[in-house]
């Protein structure tokens, strides 16, 4: 630990990259969020973190250091809160500045889980209360998402995607509107910035569920946060002789403690639907096939008495185990006569397995995030004489929380009987076995270009379908544009993926995802399971593949197959937007006017404006909808209310049609005028982008 700290610090020391040395590293973090470990291990824990405190504050940085989720941190290390709210959190001296070292932005995805995501105004949320109740640094986790590439995935059952539902997506595009939420938020917190740095908040209670933190220039003047904390119900406040209207779960900034800016449950900027289009390729993918080796043909590494446990066996070389012993059948079993296939029963730690018996598959199992462990149990047929069972454990990522990881176990631990033979029950556990670790494919290198080469690959008709344990390979050139890329795998099941000898990661889109994926209302506490998609789908059907990884012509893709999938339906695709969305009020107020406000350039509050962009290179095609009144739904199935100005549509049509970027004043005037002039009106629109 000491040597690894030393390197990397010595490292930043010579380029001259800390503060203290002109650098831009104004912060330092050691340990993470190992408090919770401390409190299990006890007294050696405590020990261990004051030891990794006082190590680092030794190296001389000349910056601060923290550490996250660590209560009890010495001085002068400042500790920090990790979650996904933390205004609650006070350092534990009173000098030390409040810091949120990981505001959670969303979750990560798990197979078999619905993927988790975050509104943008419960974030907000979040993010204003910390604020207003003194906190000082925010830091976002994540902010941009990212992609588990090879087998790096950060736990068991954890998807490739670590998305984590970002502000900046998986493949770099802005996730509006979180993105420009979270944008418009930080700018009204930057207008309150000399009052926020004056002092601590002043706590005003206004209602049962509503209060305002007041922060006062010592030159005079101030900036306010009204908070409505009910989850349900809008509230109407008085604070310094005005009325303020404030939506569920939400908080008003002031930065003048007169004029809203910004209300984080109030979203001005646009909503962006994301599309994967097919990408045309010529020919499309062409695969050849090589069939693995498979049970009785695996050629043991040693022999044991006994199962072993597989991460231990493998040192995490490779997700795969075989573990391979004999049966010997007598040709007297009451089996052959009544029917009845004696039962093999097969437990394992986890976390994915294939059961062959005589070289055919006789099942498979497989676990989840919250119970890894496997219980297999069904009849498979034996015949007299000697007979071969093989089993091939699969690993789906390594423990990565909690303690004592030398106690979390893989693969077939047992016991591994055999039920229905004249004997009764035979225990298989502690007799012979033979182990193979990894793959023939994996030792001949088959994903690479040089590894690929050395067998015969089927080709046409000899392609197997539906087949496990089955390498498939084709080639491809690199389409044109600047588009994400990702390849759509639904079409198969469970294994891995390599371009040009790298490893784009696992895929299991046969894990089909289970969770909450009702409507998600953005008010209320919110935890990782509240809201999620793709239910009934795959938790993943799309992996990234990243333009650095492909040559302008022949990049080779090769696919490990290992629960039987069809290599045909799988495509490339780009990621761009297919429509874009905006929601706003008539008179909502908006930075972009209290600015203009406050410079003098206007003397009374102008009318918001709806901003619409598509992505670079594309431009709005079409307008899909558009009603200034009372519309009702969201972005992708809006519909008129009541109230709808019949020219709602004209002014896009005329303003943003051919452009990839467009401005529309949000204004009776511009949608032929105001049909209901005692309705509070807003506009909603969604266009299409190609």
């Given at each position: 630990m000491q040597r690894f700290t030393e390197k990397i610090v010595g490292m930043m020391k010579a380029e001259r990259l800390f503060e203290s040395q002109g650098g831009p590293i104004i912060l330092s973090q050691i340990e993470n969020e190992y408090g919770p470990m401390e409190y299990e291990l006890g007294a050696p824990g405590k020990a261990y973190s004051d030891w990794a405190a006082k190590m680092a504050v030794g190296l001389g940085t000349g910056v601060p250091w923290v550490m996250c989720k660590q209560d009890d941190a010495p001085d002068p290390i400042i500790n920090a809160c990790n979650g996904f709210y933390c205004d609650y959190f006070s350092p534990n001296k009173p000098y030390k500045p409040k810091m949120w070292t990981e505001a959670w932005t969303g979750w990560y995805t798990e197979f078999g889980g619905a993927v988790p995501y975050r509104p943008a105004e419960d974030m907000a949320f979040a993010v204003a209360r910390f604020i207003q109740k003194g906190g000082a640094f925010i830091n976002y986790y994540m902010y941009h998402g990212g992609t588990n590439f090879g087998r790096t995935a950060g736990g068991p059952f954890i998807a490739t995607s670590y998305d984590y539902d970002a502000p900046l997506d998986e493949y770099g595009l802005k996730r509006q509107p979180k993105w420009g939420h979270l944008k418009d938020l930080h700018r009204a917190i930057k207008l309150c910035e000399p009052a926020l740095v004056n002092e601590d908040p002043t706590v005003i209670r206004l209602g049962n569920y509503e209060e305002a933190h007041v922060f006062n220039y010592k030159a005079g003047g101030c900036a306010a946060f009204l908070a409505n904390y009910n989850p349900r119900s809008y509230s109407k406040v008085a604070f310094r002789n005005r009325h303020y209207n404030l939506p569920p779960w939400s908080i008003s900034i002031l930065p003048d403690c007169k004029n809203t800016v910004y209300n984080t449950a109030r979203v001005g900027s646009q909503v962006s639907r994301k599309k994967m289009v097919p990408v045309p390729l010529l020919g499309g993918f062409t695969w050849q096939a090589y069939n693995e080796e498979t049970a009785s043909h695996v050629d043991s590494s040693f022999t044991m008495i006994g199962l072993l446990e597989q991460i231990n066996t493998t040192r995490d070389s490779t997700d795969y185990l075989w573990y391979t012993t004999e049966v010997k059948i007598d040709h007297s079993e009451g089996y052959f006569r009544n029917g009845k296939s004696p039962v093999l029963t097969v437990l394992s730690a986890g976390h994915a397995l294939h059961v062959f018996v005589n070289g055919q598959l006789s099942g498979s199992s497989y676990g989840s995030l919250e119970f890894p462990k496997i219980t297999f149990s069904q009849g498979v047929k034996l015949r007299a004489g000697i007979n071969t069972i093989s089993l091939l454990s699969i690993a789906v990522g390594l423990p990565n929380v909690g303690p004592h990881f030398e106690t979390w176990n893989a693969g077939i631990l047992g016991p591994v009987t055999l039920n229905g033979l004249n004997e009764g029950r035979r225990d298989l556990s502690w007799q012979k076995w033979s182990y193979k670790i990894g793959l023939k494919g994996e030792a001949l290198n088959l994903h690479s270009l040089s590894g690929s080469s050395s067998v015969e690959w089927a080709?046409?008709?000899?392609?197997?379908?539906?087949?496990?344990?089955?390498?498939?390979?084709?080639?491809?050139?690199?389409?044109?544009?600047?588009?994400?890329?990702?390849?759509?795998?639904?079409?198969?099941?469970?294994?891995?993926?390599?371009?040009?000898?790298?490893?784009?990661?696992?895929?299991?889109?046969?894990?089909?995802?289970?969770?909450?994926?009702?409507?998600?209302?953005?008010?209320?506490?919110?935890?990782e399971k509240k809201c999620g998609t793709n239910c009934g789908e795959?938790?993943?059907?799309?992996?990234?593949?990243?333009?650095?990884?492909?040559?302008?012509?022949?990049?080779?893709?090769?696919?490990?197959?290992?629960?039987?999938?069809?290599?045909?339906?799988?495509?490339?695709?780009?990621?761009?937007?297919?429509?874009?969305?905006?929601?706003?009020?008539?008179?909502?107020?908006?930075?972009?006017?209290?600015?203009?406000?406050?410079?003098?350039?206007?003397?009374?509050?102008?009318?918001?404006?709806?901003?619409?962009?598509?992505?670079?290179?594309?431009?709005?095609?079409?307008?899909?909808?558009?009603?200034?009144?009372?519309?009702?739904?969201?972005?992708?199935?809006?519909?008129?209310?009541?109230?709808?100005?019949?020219?709602?549509?004209?002014?896009?049509?005329?303003?943003?049609?051919?452009?990839?970027?467009?401005?529309?004043?949000?204004?009776?005037?511009?949608?032929?005028?105001?049909?209901?002039?005692?309705?509070?009106?807003?506009?909603?629109v969604e266009v299409i982008c190609s």
């Open positions: 080709q046409g008709s000899f392609v197997a379908r539906r087949q496990p344990l089955t390498w498939y390979k084709t080639t491809f050139n690199a389409p044109a544009g600047n588009a994400p890329l990702a390849l759509d795998m639904n079409s198969m099941g469970k294994g891995q993926i390599w371009i040009n000898g790298q490893s784009i990661g696992r895929h299991w889109p046969a894990y089909k995802a289970s969770g909450n994926c009702g409507v998600c209302n953005y008010a209320g506490t919110f935890n795959a938790s993943q059907r799309w992996y990234h593949v990243p333009r650095s990884l492909l040559n302008p012509t022949g990049n080779l893709l090769v696919v490990f197959e290992e629960w039987g999938g069809d290599p045909n339906g799988i495509s490339l695709v780009r990621r761009e937007t297919d429509s874009i969305c905006a929601d706003i009020y008539e008179w909502q107020p908006t930075l972009m006017n209290y600015l203009m406000q406050a410079s003098g350039k206007v003397d009374r509050p102008q009318r918001p404006k709806v901003h619409l962009e598509c992505d670079a290179g594309q431009k709005i095609s079409a307008v899909k909808f558009a009603s200034f009144g009372t519309p009702e739904g969201v972005c992708g199935s809006y519909r008129e209310g009541s109230c709808h100005a019949h020219h709602s549509y004209d002014a896009f049509n005329r303003l943003c049609v051919g452009q990839n970027f467009c401005t529309v004043i949000v204004a009776p005037e511009m949608f032929g005028g105001d049909t209901c002039p005692s309705v509070m009106k807003k506009l909603a």
